[in-house]
């Protein structure tokens, strides 16, 4: 998990700051209510495709809040996939 070896590295209060800020909270909520959501799917509701829901849910959710951390990343992807999606 991302957070938690970030967070190994700059320690969790440091970690637990940058994951609340203003631009990383919204994907930070959504990756940890993902991974609650996919140990709950896995373990009591024993549903495969809702466990792979929930993986590819996480799996978005860490890479848009590590496009935080690049400069303009998330401006960039964002760019990229409307210049993917534009007819021209």
Partial sequence: MYSLGT???VGPRRQ??????PTRWGAAL???LAMAATL???LVV???ILVLACIVVQFLA???YALSYIPYGRRMFK???ASAM???
């Fill in 7 to 9: 967070g190994f590295i």
């Fill in 16 to 21: 637990l700051k940058y994951m609340t800020s």
């Fill in 30 to 32: 959504v990756f940890v």
């Fill in 40 to 42: 709950v799917s896995a």
């Fill in 46 to 48: 024993k549903e495969a």
């Fill in 62 to 64: 860490m890479f848009w």
């Fill in 79 to 81: 760019a990229c996939c």
């Fill in 86 to 88: 534009s007819d021209g």
